[in-house]
């Protein structure tokens, strides 16, 4: 009886300390922000370094010049595995910062600071990444605006502007050319137009009678050819522009699969060393 009574108060303690809601979790979070931070902008920093130096070691081994400097599928290849490179060697930086520059966690299994050192890490390269994408799309940005805003203020500026910001205006060029050097460059209207044609058969595909025949009258009566030779010269200049919209979609598709397999391994390389670095910060033997 009398240990049943003693017994009854310890129990009645314990249930009622189990009632308490947040009593056995900590009032810390479970990430450190400024660690996180502090390695994502590291991990941004030496990205933008490491792509400026495979630029200029990219562009000191072309050259303008036949068979002088490296080849176009060397420079390719080279261009691949740099930017794989600069992901892995980025990202461990900045996870490995991240892990030795968090807050010690007392009172906790291995096994959750495993995970939370893995998580630092992916946060840093996830914050790095969207860190490096804007500063890469303002860069961008400028130097599109730039050119544009200097041909506009110029003779001829939206002609300019344009055609160094639309794929299809070399093709239109080559399509309107004639042996005339007098000839009016700037109508700008017939140039849209024709613009239009091509990047909807281009979307189609292929060109429909009716736009080829009113390409062939359009280039008879620019150019003063027979409608003949008019309609062979759109059908042929339409034929580059097709191969050339083609080569432009492989080379997009091969550098969107390597982009992600590069993304892939900076995130590994990142949760990876993040936990390297947060066993080094709690003096853990690896």
Request: net charge neutral; charged share 15%; with cysteine.
């Amino acid at each position: 009886m009398q240990t049943s009574a003693v017994s009854r108060p310890a129990t009645d303690r314990q249930g009622s300390l189990a009632e308490i809601p947040g009593k056995n979790e900590s009032s810390l979070s479970g990430v450190s922000w400024a660690a996180v931070i502090g390695g994502a902008f590291v991990s941004a920093s030496l990205a933008l370094i490491l792509l400026s130096l495979g630029t200029g070691l990219g562009f000191s081994s072309v050259s303008p010049w036949s068979n002088i400097g490296a080849s176009a599928t060397t420079v390719g290849k080279a261009a691949i595995v740099w930017l794989i490179l600069t992901q892995i060697i980025a990202s461990a930086m900045g996870g490995y910062l991240a892990g030795r520059l968090r807050t010690k966690w007392t009172d906790l299994h291995t096994d959750e600071v495993y995970f939370r050192d893995t998580a630092h890490g992916f946060l840093v390269w996830a914050v790095g990444l969207v860190i490096t994408a804007s500063l890469l799309a303002t860069a961008a940005t400028s130097l599109a605006g730039g050119p544009q805003r200097s041909a506009a203020g110029s003779t001829g500026g939206a002609v300019s502007a344009e055609g160094m910001l639309n794929p299809n205006a070399y093709f239109v060029d080559i399509l309107l050319r004639s042996g005339n050097a007098t000839q009016d460059r700037n109508d700008v209207a017939v140039r849209g137009e024709v613009e239009r044609i091509f990047a909807h058969s281009l979307s189609q595909g292929n060109m429909i009678p009716a736009d080829n025949s009113y390409l062939a009258q359009l280039v008879s009566a620019r150019t003063g050819l027979s409608p003949a030779d008019a309609e062979k010269r759109a059908s042929e200049v339409f034929e580059e522009a097709q191969q050339s919209s083609d080569r432009a979609r492989k080379a997009l598709a091969h550098l969107s699969l390597w982009l992600f397999v590069a993304l892939l391994s900076g995130a590994f390389c990142a949760s990876y060393a993040g936990t390297i670095g947060g066993k080094q910060r709690d003096h853990v033997r690896i």
